[in-house]
C-alpha cells in the first residue's frame, strides 16, 4: 500500500477514535444529566407535599390566632405543638430546596427568589447580592 494511502487511513482512524471518545463522554454526559434531573423531579415531588403540609399548619395556627381574638381561650400545648412542627417542615422544605439548587448547580436569590448560577455574585432579576 502507498505510503500516503496508509497515513491518510492512520489518520482517519484517529479521527474515528476520537469521534467515538467524544461521543461516549456526551452520552455519559447526558445519562448523569438525565439522573440529576429525576432526581430533581422526585424533590420536588416532595417538595409540593411539604409545602402543603406546612400550609395546612399555618391555617390551624390562623384559626387558632382567629378563635382567640373572638373570646375563645387556646390551649397553649396545642399552639406548641403547631408552631413546633411549622418549624420542622420549614426547616425541610429549606434542605430539599438547598438539595434541588445544588442538584441543578444554581442558588435562589434572597431578594426575588429567581435562580441564579452557583458562582453568581448579584441576581440578573433584581440585582440583590447574592
Known sequence: MD????????RVKGTANYAAD????????????????VDVAKLNVQLFDLNGEYNDLLRELGQVMYSTHLGQAADPEQVTALLAQADEKSGRIAELKGRISDLRQSQTCPGCGAPCGKSDKFCRACGAQL
Do not use: P, T, W, Y
Open 3 to 10: 505510503d500516503k494511502v496508509k497515513a491518510l487511513l492512520e
Open 22 to 37: 467524544a461521543a461516549a463522554d456526551g452520552a455519559r454526559a447526558a445519562g448523569k444529566r438525565a439522573g440529576q434531573m
